[in-house]
């Protein structure tokens, strides 16, 4: 599996991570450990697909300049901004996104601590978003960017769970929103969703996960 500064993606590749030392199966997980200067990983070849990374302690965890992005089952968390869009469509599909909290740094800050969406599609599905600090959990940068949720968890983010007062964030149904209180203004919840309804995410787990308490 292994532990990276960073990674600088400008071709089309796939990238799967978490192998044993034999090669294999994939067990784990690699990691990408970066800075508070420094982006985890960074994309910008045509066409990338990364399974099995967590990209963490970094300025952006996930940094996509353009192209397509496929990222799965894997994390982005306690960085400033988890996702960081600048152009392109991206798919996260089985990811977590936690502990992250935007903030300024070198006098810059970038609002969104979970996902900041300059320009593209960005899609997620059968992820979690929670306890990302910072007064905005999302951000869209204009009028072009989207970001569509669907069979997720968004629980425990202080700067709202469902993203209110943002433009283009749609739910495509059946996610659970732990706090209501955002859930108005330009966001519709899906009909299929529920608002309002703890989770019962246990604390993130080394592995890059919220395991769910019994119950859940």
């Known amino acids: 599996a292994g ?52 990209a963490q302690n ?7 300049n353009g192209g397509i992005l496929r990222f799965d089952q894997g994390a982005s968390i306690n960085n400033s901004n988890g996702l960081y869009n600048y152009d392109g469509d991206l798919t996260f599909t089985n990811t977590t996104i936690s502990g992250n909290y935007a903030r300024s740094i070198q006098g810059v800050y970038y609002a969104g601590s979970a996902i900041s969406n300059i ?35 968004l629980a425990g983010n202080p700067g709202g769970d469902c993203p209110a007062h943002e433009i283009n964030i749609t739910s495509v149904g059946h996610n659970i929103f732990g706090d209501a209180s955002a859930c108005h203004d330009e966001f519709v919840p899906h009909a299929t969703d529920q608002v309002g309804v703890d989770p019962r995410l246990l604390p993130l787990f080394a592995k890059g996960y919220h395991p769910l308490l019994s119950g859940s």
């Open 3 to 54: 532990t990276y500064p960073s990674l600088n993606i400008t071709k089309s590749l796939a990238l799967w991570g978490g192998w044993d030392n034999t090669f294999t199966s994939r067990t784990g997980y690699s990691t990408v450990n970066g800075t508070s200067t420094t982006d985890g990983i960074t994309v910008s070849g045509p066409e990338v697909f990364i399974s099995r990374f967590i």
């Open 58 to 64: 970094s300025y952006f965890g996930i940094r996509h």
């Open 119 to 153: 320009d593209g599609l960005t899609q997620i599905q059968y992820s979690t978003i929670a306890n990302n600090g910072g007064s905005e959990t999302f951000h869209n940068g204009n009028s072009s960017a989207q970001i569509e949720i669907g069979n997720s968890i």
